[in-house]
């Protein structure tokens, strides 16, 4: 009986640190949306993603980008306020607008949805027209 419990013991503490160490990457890495052809590039754990063409911005939690034009929307705090929801504070490349949102992660399909909550809304660049995106926006893990 005691080896028993010694056995599930050592068994426990070798996967205990792997599943932690997998829960420190859910807000880690790039998600996309591709009927919009958007994504998100993010690190909420260190907060060191260096947004492409806006370097002298500094190190910020992440951005969202989109697949056809070069600007972004600059993730300029995150907050997890559980480990599988985060708040965003985020602003056009150029400052002019913010709001906020929440990121969660949704474990049952491992998709991931953004909440628009506050100010104004994202936008992105379609055939030289500003377009909307929705108040809530579905994203997923790129395939491996």
Request: aromatic share 14%.
């Amino acid at each position: 009986m005691k080896s028993i419990v010694l056995i599930l013991a050592m068994f426990f503490a070798i996967c205990l640190p792997s599943n932690a160490q997998n829960a420190d990457k859910i807000f880690t890495g790039r998600i996309f949306n591709s009927e919009y052809h958007v994504y998100i590039v993010m690190d909420f754990y260190k907060n060191n993603v260096t947004v492409p063409g806006c370097a002298m911005y500094g190190e910020m939690s992440g951005y969202f980008g989109d697949d056809y034009d070069s600007r972004k929307w600059l993730f300029t705090s995150a907050k997890l306020t559980s480990p599988y929801i985060a708040d965003l504070a985020i602003t056009n490349d150029y400052g002019s607008e913010d709001l906020t949102a929440t990121l969660t992660y949704n474990p049952a399909d491992t998709t991931y949805t953004l909440k628009q909550m506050d100010g104004s809304a994202l936008k992105i660049a379609r055939n030289r027209k500003w377009v909307k995106m929705p108040h809530e926006l579905k994203f997923k893990l790129p395939r491996r």
